[in-house]
Nanobody, 125 residues
Framework: QVQLIESGGGSVQAGGSLGLSCAAS???????IGWFRQTPGKRRQRVAT????????DVADSAAGRFAASQDSAKNTLYLQMNSLKPEDAAMYYC???????????????????WGQGTQVTVSS
């Protein structure tokens, strides 16, 4: 069974940085792993996705230029480095995984069957 464990959440001031980690197990190289975030009353939204087969990474427009995603050499951990944080970035951040057989990693969170428990990110001003 695929397991995902997020860590690194916390409280930072606006303009600060925070790094999140997603430790994955039980997956294989066909998977996409992504970071999503959700605030009360809003739909879960893609932040970044990683295609493990070739290492292709895509960051959502809302985070491009400030956030960066990367993987470790063992392909067991997906990192999300968040810089220049804004209050609007505050959310519960989730790591998710799905098998991918062709194409790009999906942006629709409903496609992802495996989810971590989430880690809270709070940004104060």
């Amino acid at each position: 069974q695929v397991q995902l464990i997020e860590s690194g959440g916390g409280s930072v001031q606006a303009g600060g940085s925070l790094g999140l980690s997603c430790a994955a197990s039980g997956h294989d190289s066909t998977y996409c792993i992504g970071w999503f975030r959700q605030t009360p009353g809003k739909r879960r939204q893609r932040v970044a996705t990683l295609r493990l087969s070739d290492g292709w990474i895509d960051v959502a427009d809302s985070a491009a230029g400030r956030f960066a995603a990367s993987q470790d050499s063992a392909k067991n951990t997906l990192y999300l480095q968040m810089n220049s944080l804004k209050p609007e970035d505050a959310a519960m951040y989730y790591c998710a995984a799905v098998s991918l057989y062709s194409g790009t990693c999906p942006a629709d969170p409903d496609v992802y069957p495996y989810w971590g428990q989430g880690t809270q990110v709070t940004v104060s001003s």
